[in-house]
């Protein structure tokens, strides 16, 4: 397994998933190595962590230095992505290449990949996986945590994710966007499994008072702001005494108009987490940007309804699929769901206790395992 960083700390959709995978189908008797960079963030990208082989949570770990990279350039096309939708041939090829990515760990793989009966490589959109994908394509599977996003339209990346052996999907929602993007794709929906927490989760937050929590990377690219703008409109005209409360790590603070209704939390661990969650009157998720999402159905397994953006089409699903959560579209949408919740409090539990069925049910280990050993078998057997 072919990750940009591995540690149980990350705030990381995509690396907690690849390592809890990995963790899992090794405790099923599989073979399974990782990969990695020596990067611990993902802003910087700086070599923080020693490079060599160790043995983290009972699997082997190499790590290998992140190679220098023209990070100015990379923002700067990365920019005009984002804005025009779309890069000349050469201005995608040299986005590419200035993208994180290892040459240590490229050479790893270009010589040892044919020992593996299987190589999967998450998420898709850095240089790890675009140029490590390439080098033994039978063999390789993406788990792409796709978006539908400016990167996920470039020919080049398409080219690469067509022609691997299997790409593992998330959500249903997500293999639907692949299968708008890439046509007809090899591959099968997989996800990440829950084990039924246990015991009290703890207490929640602030001093008992009503609070909603964001539960996430606090950057701009998940929406956080356009959240806590928003729920402090609401809190100004419904009740000033609600509270938004930020858990995570990033660079996004709320401004000082914001802050009596907005506050920071910053990262917890898990079971404090927990806490957070089940104290919640709900838990509110604006990103778009999700091929699966984690928090929500975290926060369903401790009996919390979720708020989620509309134009997500894999959390919409997960509401519409569990009858957990409401979906909204704009501020009207969203004072509604909240009053909802806020109104109805029998009703928000249902819908929470309705989310919960729904994780033990579609994404229990167990049954989440079975899909990755069929997904895998594929790949192995035919290598």
């Given at each position: 397994?072919?990750?940009?960083?591995?540690?149980?700390?990350l705030?990381?959709?995509a690396?907690?998933?690849?390592?809890?995978?990995?963790?899992?189908?090794?405790?099923?008797g599989?073979?399974?190595?990782?990969?990695?960079?020596?990067?611990?963030d993902?802003?910087?990208?700086?070599?923080?962590?020693?490079?060599?082989e160790?043995t983290?949570?009972?699997?082997?770990?190499?790590?290998?230095?992140?190679s220098?990279?023209?990070v100015?350039?990379?923002?700067?096309?990365?920019?005009?992505?984002?804005r025009?939708?779309?890069?000349?041939?050469?201005?995608?090829?040299?986005?590419?290449?200035?993208?994180?990515w290892?040459a240590?760990?490229?050479?790893?793989?270009?010589?040892?990949?044919g020992?593996y009966?299987a190589?999967m490589?998450?998420?898709?959109?850095f240089?790890t996986?675009?140029?490590?994908?390439?080098s033994?394509?039978?063999r390789?599977i993406?788990?792409?945590?796709?978006?539908?996003?400016?990167?996920?339209?470039?020919?080049?990346?398409?080219a690469v994710?067509?022609?691997?052996?299997g790409?593992?999907?998330?959500?249903?929602?997500?293999?639907?966007?692949?299968?708008r993007?890439?046509?007809?794709v090899?591959?099968?929906?997989v996800?990440?499994?829950?084990?039924?927490p246990?015991?009290?989760?703890?207490p929640g937050?602030?001093?008992?008072?009503?609070?909603?929590?964001?539960?996430?990377?606090?950057?701009?690219g998940?929406?956080?702001?356009?959240?806590?703008?928003?729920?402090?409109?609401?809190?100004?005209?419904?009740?000033?005494?609600?509270?938004?409360?930020?858990?995570g790590?990033?660079?996004?603070?709320?401004?000082?108009?914001l802050?009596?209704?907005?506050?920071?939390?910053?990262?917890?661990?898990?079971?404090?987490?927990?806490?957070?969650?089940?104290?919640?009157?709900?838990?509110?998720?604006?990103?778009?940007l999700?091929?699966f999402?984690i928090?929500?159905?975290?926060?369903w397994?401790?009996?919390?309804?979720g708020?989620?953006?509309?134009?997500?089409?894999?959390?919409r699903?997960?509401?519409?699929?569990?009858?957990?959560?409401?979906?909204?579209?704009?501020?009207?949408e969203?004072?509604?769901a909240?009053?909802r919740?806020?109104?109805?409090?029998a009703g928000?539990?249902?819908?929470?206790?309705?989310?919960?069925a729904y994780?033990?049910?579609?994404?229990?280990?167990?049954?989440?395992?079975?899909?990755?050993?069929?997904?895998?078998?594929?790949?192995?057997?035919s290598?």
């Open positions: 397994m072919v990750t940009t960083r591995f540690g149980d700390q705030v990381g959709g690396e907690n998933l690849a390592r809890a995978l990995g963790m899992h189908a090794a405790a099923a599989m073979d399974v190595e990782f990969a990695t960079t020596c990067a611990a993902n802003e910087r990208w700086s070599n923080t962590l020693p490079a060599g160790s983290e949570g009972g699997l082997t770990v190499r790590r290998f230095r992140v220098p990279r023209a100015r350039r990379h923002g700067e096309l990365h920019a005009r992505l984002m025009d939708g779309t890069l000349g041939t050469l201005d995608e090829a040299d986005f590419l290449g200035t993208s994180v290892s240590d760990m490229q050479r790893f793989i270009d010589d040892e990949g020992g009966d190589i490589f998450t998420p898709y959109l240089g996986t675009i140029f490590g994908a390439q033994w394509p039978e390789t993406v788990i792409p945590c796709l978006h539908d996003e400016p990167d996920a339209h470039l020919p080049a990346i398409q994710l067509r022609r691997v052996s790409l593992m999907f998330n959500a249903r929602g997500e293999q639907r966007l692949a299968e993007l890439l046509g007809p090899r591959g099968s929906v996800g990440m499994g829950f084990d039924p246990q015991g009290d989760p703890g937050l602030g001093d008992g008072s009503p609070y909603f929590v964001y539960a996430g990377r606090l950057e701009q998940k929406r956080v702001h356009m959240a806590a703008q928003m729920f402090a409109d609401y809190a100004r005209r419904r009740d000033p005494a609600l509270r938004l409360m930020l858990i790590r990033g660079s996004w603070r709320p401004p000082d108009d802050r009596p209704f907005v506050q920071h939390v910053g990262y917890l661990d898990e079971q404090a987490k927990r806490g957070a969650l089940a104290g919640a009157r709900a838990l509110i998720n604006p990103s778009v999700e091929s999402s928090v929500l159905l975290e926060a397994l401790e009996g919390t309804p708020v989620v953006a509309a134009g997500s089409e894999v959390m699903d997960h509401c519409e699929d569990s009858g957990g959560g409401i979906a909204y579209a704009n501020q009207v969203f004072d509604a909240l009053d919740v806020i109104g109805d409090p928000a539990r249902e819908m929470g206790e309705a989310g919960r994780v033990v049910d579609q994404y229990s280990w167990p049954r989440v395992m079975e899909r990755f050993e069929a997904a895998v078998d594929v790949v192995a057997s290598s």
